[in-house]
């Protein structure tokens, strides 16, 4: 016959003190009441293991945060699982599974996870352009969702709805990004496979558009507009220097003084900042020192060679020059990233080096074995193909329209 234990009474529990050792006070039915020498008082049921035979117990809380009654309902909750043969250990412990699957394991939270590590694989305009489109087309309708009830069906007929106001090239990123979330899940243990895999083919293919840009006959045509356009001298000043540097336009608005050696005439750009996450160096002509010079004397106190006139502890933003470009009359015809595809051209018109008009462009150029063997930056080779770039630059603008004319 088992042994008669008194029930504890709060005042009985309020006045145990410690000792020098831990004491065990017990309530009755496998309720016991802790006592560390630290004073620390927590209440724990004790039983046997339904499944092994074995004493087991589970921890409850602390007092007085959890009163003797609410303790007593929880050793009751356990002794009723006992009795029906389940383990109430592993009980709490699938519970709490299923209580992350549905609301710490949302389809946001796990977006929040893998985007932290994305982030650091692509540039942070890149980024920024990923979680806002997440937050415009995803979030607001499935956000909420635990990641284990996100289907192939539920993404589709989120999906359609941006489908249906024409933005194709938009689905298929957010198919892309969607489908790098749940491998990221199905990676991590929350999801046993990524259901999604096959939905960008429940959409039609956007048309692949070319980013627009001038042909290389209509380069004096951009100088002649750009040196009468009412617009800011540095605004200009960056449209010609991501022309002369052949930059992508965040790179050129991003630009650091710290990242200038100017005794060496070389521009490194950090790997972070690069859209393939790998430096890049680039000559600095003649023409590109005098625009150089020019921000240099605008005197702004600022670390970016094109500081933001709102805010010069920030960059101009990168779609600066695409805003100029539209107000000059280009819209349509031209976009600041076309720059690029213009110096492309031309330089391969006029019969230059494939591979030093590629490295000048940080373009990777053959299969990623070539690319380990290959190493090289043509550096010292892409001085003179930057010096020809930049004088036909002038040459173009009559000399006289360009910021960059060296006196």
């Not at 699957?101 to 890149?126: C, G, I, M, P, R």
Request: include cysteine.
């Amino acid at each position: 016959m088992a042994r008669r234990v008194a029930p504890l009474t709060d005042n009985k529990v309020k006045n145990a003190k410690p000792t020098n050792k831990e004491q065990v006070i017990s309530d009755g039915q496998g309720l016991q009441l802790r006592i560390l020498p630290n004073g620390t008082k927590s209440w724990r049921y004790v039983f046997k293991n339904p499944l092994t035979g074995k004493r087991s117990s589970i921890t409850l809380g602390t007092y007085p945060s959890l009163k003797i009654a609410n303790a007593r309902q929880q050793a009751t909750s356990h002794r009723e699982l006992v009795s029906q043969g389940i383990d109430p250990k592993a009980y709490l412990h699938e519970e709490k599974i299923k209580y992350e699957a549905q609301n710490k394991h949302t389809l946001f939270n796990v977006s929040k996870e893998w985007f932290n590590l994305k982030k650091h694989d692509v540039t942070e305009d890149y980024a920024q352009d990923i979680w806002r489109s997440l937050e415009l087309h995803v979030f607001p309708a499935i956000g909420n969702q635990s990641i284990t009830t996100i289907t192939a069906q539920l993404v589709i007929n989120t999906l359609k709805i941006v489908e249906a106001k024409g933005s194709l090239e938009t689905v298929k990123r957010l198919a892309q990004r969607l489908n790098e979330i749940m491998t990221y899940a199905a990676n991590c243990g929350l999801i046993e496979v990524n259901p999604i895999s096959g939905v960008k083919a429940a959409f039609k293919k956007p048309q692949k558009e070319h980013m627009k840009a001038l042909e290389p006959h209509e380069l004096p045509e951009l100088m002649i507009t750009l040196a009468n356009a009412s617009i800011r001298c540095s605004t200009r000043c960056l449209i010609e220097f991501q022309l002369h540097t052949m930059t992508r336009p965040n790179e050129a608005a991003g630009a650091q003084w710290s990242e200038f050696d100017l005794s060496n005439k070389i521009w490194t750009i950090p790997a972070e900042r690069m859209k393939k996450r790998k430096e890049h160096r680039i000559p600095i002509t003649s023409e590109v020192l005098e625009l150089l010079k020019l921000m240099k004397k605008m005197r702004i106190d600022s670390e970016y060679v094109f500081p933001s006139t709102k805010n010069p502890k920030k960059p101009m933003h990168s779609q600066t020059a695409n805003m100029a470009l539209k107000r000059m009359g280009f819209g349509g015809r031209l976009v600041s990233h076309g720059l690029r595809s213009i110096a492309s051209s031309t330089l391969n018109a006029e019969g230059h080096d494939y591979y030093l008009i590629e490295a000048a462009l940080a373009h990777l150029v053959g299969n990623e074995s070539h690319r380990a063997y290959n190493r090289t930056d043509y550096l010292e080779r892409r001085r003179e193909l930057m010096s020809w770039w930049s004088k036909h630059i002038v040459k173009a603008s009559q000399a006289k329209s360009s910021l960059a004319a060296v006196a």
